[in-house]
Nanobody, 124 residues
Framework: QVHLVESGGGLVQSGASLTLSCVAS????????MAWFRQAPGKEREFVAA????????THADSVKGRFTISRDNAKNTMYLQMNSLKPEDTAVYYC?????????????????WGQGIQVTVSS
């Protein structure tokens, strides 16, 4: 099992930037595909971005493409989500997730271990 802890959330104004971090411990991090998901109040959890084990494959949801960037540093067992030009509709609890394969794509079913989530609130 991989233990995941998110950090970097908070309350910001529209147009601001935030960087989320997800630190992994436990089972080997370097072999796992990783992803960010989010869940807004009253809505289902949705995919945000995914990255392969080596960082050479990435995909982002259309709603964040061009504004958010997923990355990872395997030496630090850490994954990041750089969020620019934040909008009120980005307000949600953000979760990091780890697969047990090297690339798991955008489906939540591909991810086995999940963090507890961190709140991001964007005011207008």
């Amino acid at each position: 099992q991989v233990h995941l802890v998110e950090s970097g959330g908070g309350l910001v104004q529209s147009g601001a930037s935030l960087t989320l971090s997800c630190v992994a411990s436990g089972r080997s991090f370097n072999d796992n595909g990783m992803a960010w998901f989010r869940q807004a109040p009253g809505k289902e959890r949705e995919f945000v971005a995914a990255i392969s084990w080596a960082g050479n494959m990435r995909t982002h949801a259309d709603s964040v493409k061009g504004r958010f960037t997923i990355s990872r540093d395997n030496a630090k067992n850490t994954m990041y989500l750089q969020m620019n030009s934040l909008k009120p509709e980005d307000t949600a609890v953000y979760y990091c997730a780890s697969a047990r394969i090297r690339w798991a794509g955008s489906s939540a079913r591909g991810y086995v271990d999940w963090g507890q989530g961190i709140q991001v609130t964007v005011s207008s």
